[in-house]
Nanobody
Framework: QVQLVESGGGLVQAGGSLRLSCAASGSISSFNTMAWYRQAPGTQRELVARILRLGGTTYGGSVKGRFTISRDNAKNTLYLQMNSLKPDDTAVYYC???????????WGQGTQVTVSS
């Protein structure tokens, strides 16, 4: 069973930066997709950023140009660099990974990001 453990969340002022990490208990090179999602109170979980095994990336519209997703297969770790943070970025951020054959998906426990105005 794969475990994903997020870290790096915290309290930051608007305009500041944070770097989230997601450490996997095993090799991430077999994952087809790794992603960051977030969920604010009273809202649905939404995609923040996604990175494919070959490196292609997708970003949610509200974070384009401010956030950068990356993966380090040697360290079995996924990252999310968040710059120019806004109060609207406040949420619990979750790491996600999946394999295609057979299909399986994994989630971390989440890390809280709070941006003060």
């Amino acid at each position: 069973q794969v475990q994903l453990v997020e870290s790096g969340g915290g309290l930051v002022q608007a305009g500041g930066s944070l770097r989230l990490s997601c450490a996997a208990s095993g090799s991430i090179s077999s994952f087809n997709t790794m992603a960051w999602y977030r969920q604010a109170p009273g809202t649905q979980r939404e995609l923040v950023a996604r990175i494919l095994r070959l490196g292609g990336t997708t970003y949610g519209g509200s974070v384009k140009g401010r956030f950068t997703i990356s993966r380090d297969n040697a360290k079995n770790t996924l990252y999310l660099q968040m710059n120019s943070l806004k109060p609207d970025d406040t949420a619990v951020y979750y790491c996600n990974a999946d394999r295609l054959i057979p299909y399986s998906a994994y989630w971390g426990q989440g890390t809280q990001v709070t941006v003060s105005s």
